[in-house]
């Protein structure tokens, strides 16, 4: 019997998915609906209810739902009997991306940089970036920090600080070492601020210059400029300097993962421009492929050691994710574009700023341009030696539940799911963003109170 359109409901959709799809799937979990259509910052459900999207395919979507320069290059590519698929053959779509991205490069790596196209999945641009380094270094053991997401792939796995995810995962990559990231709201040497930064550079030099820390000399040492799952933190732009200054006179190659923080989310094209550093291997995916699956590694070419076929993947060629990153990558790179993410991203900084001084549930507001974390606490229990309340994951479910009914969606993440994460779209007007802004603190307010 076939199922009649006025009767389709969110449920439906929702009932039949459970049947058939993985224990495994998760935004389902926290968004029962179905999606029907969607624009700009707005997706519409099956049932024509209409929500604001804040998380974007996990920033996926840089320019929002069904741009429409985006589009146009698809299209173009879908009517013009030009090759989908090309495994790693070169094409005029191909190289117009590659010099697109390399001239977006800072530093010596603008004119020293190979690019690596990977399987579609930032988890694989990982991988691909932990056998560059170890082909070229000859070593095994790899740094990583504290708080880090860098993938659910077995290798990517090990390299994630987010304990949930591996504990019933054995023997994940060996030789794996976590070192603290500066985190000043919970600072894991329980200093906070400055001396918590300061701690986390020197712990960081003296650990790999100690010829008895018990690590073998790193192949890699691979960080996030601004911590995404981890609960949006940035790093000091110290800690990346001392980073960078150490792997250089050690010659350890330094991996960032701008994933996430990447292609203009922070307010830079690049995360770590803040810090004035040229890394030796970038790992992009998620926005650059402007809504298609697409993750490349980028790195220096004296890495660049290993034979015809040493990795490869059959979707390294998708020519559509091409043809609309490009279109992304020359809109977001544009100086006024980035000045205006920034500029959004004060307005959200500020407006939360409010919200915060007149409730009590909220711990910590922190991010770069518009990558921003709400860390929720539980204002009832008390404080650590920094000042710092438990946080709270219960609280912030509650308030991502309250949004969705009032027709937002937000992500969690950060320690103990207490960490709401805005990630819009980058070219999300001031009204849209208001609006959003507006129902997080009727939300918050509403929740606070019911806590007293």
């Not at 409901?9 to 389902?28: F, G």
């Not at 010596?108 to 560059?132: H, M, R, W, Y």
């Not at 800690?239 to 190659?253: C, M, N, S």
Request: aromatic share 6%; with cysteine.
């Amino acid at each position: 019997m076939v199922q009649k359109d006025t009767e389709i409901t969110n449920q439906y959709y929702i009932t039949r998915q459970d049947s058939t799809e993985s224990n495994a799937r998760s935004y389902p979990r926290k968004f029962p609906f179905a999606l029907a259509k969607a624009q700009g910052s707005w997706i519409e459900d099956v049932e024509g209810n209409k929500y604001l999207d804040f998380l974007c395919g996990a920033g996926t979507l840089a320019l929002g739902h069904n741009d429409p320069e985006v589009n146009q290059a698809m299209v173009d590519m879908l009517t013009g009997n030009l090759p989908l698929h090309t495994l790693d053959l070169t094409t005029p779509t191909k190289d117009k991306f590659v010099h697109t991205l390399l001239n977006l490069l800072p530093g010596e790596l603008k004119n020293n940089a190979k690019i690596q196209f990977c399987s579609p999945s930032g988890t694989d641009a990982v991988d691909a970036a932990l056998k560059l380094c170890k082909t070229a270094t000859g070593r095994s053991s790899i740094i990583a920090f504290g708080g880090a997401y860098h993938g659910m792939g077995h290798g990517a796995l090990a390299l994630t600080g987010n304990l949930n995810a591996k504990n019933k995962v054995n023997d994940l990559m060996p030789n794996v070492h976590f070192m603290p990231y500066p985190y000043s709201y919970r600072c894991p040497f329980g200093l906070g601020g400055d001396a918590g930064t300061d701690a986390a550079c020197a712990y960081f030099e003296r650990m790999l210059k100690d010829p008895e820390c018990g690590i073998t000399k790193p192949a890699a040492v691979i960080l996030e400029p601004i911590q995404g799952e981890g609960g949006v933190i940035p790093a000091p732009v110290k800690f990346l300097q001392t980073v960078r200054r150490v792997t250089k006179e050690l010659d350890i190659p330094m991996i960032v993962d701008e994933i996430q923080c990447g292609i203009g989310r922070s307010g830079k094209f690049f995360a770590f421009e803040y810090a004035d550093i040229v890394p030796d291997v970038i790992l992009s995916s998620k926005a650059i492929g402007g809504s298609q699956p697409m993750s490349v590694v980028i790195y220096n070419k004296k890495l660049d050691v290993w034979g015809p076929g040493a990795h490869a993947g059959t979707f390294r060629g998708n020519q559509l994710a091409m043809a609309a990153g490009t279109v992304v990558m020359n809109r977001v790179s544009d100086p006024a574009f980035l000045a205006e993410v920034v500029e959004k991203g004060e307005i959200f900084a500020k407006r939360m700023e409010e919200i915060k001084s007149k409730v009590s549930i909220i711990g910590d507001l922190r991010g770069k341009g518009l990558m921003r974390g709400i860390e929720f606490i539980n204002p009832k229990a008390e404080a650590d030696q920094l000042g710092a309340k438990p946080a709270s994951g219960e609280i912030a479910a509650l308030v991502q539940k309250r949004c969705f009914e009032n027709k937002l969606v937000m992500e969690k993440g950060g320690r103990n799911g207490a960490v709401m994460r805005c990630l819009c779209a980058l070219n999300v007007s001031k009204e849209d963003l208001n609006k959003a802004l507006d129902i997080i603190e009727k939300v918050i307010i509403e929740v606070d109170l019911e806590q007293k």
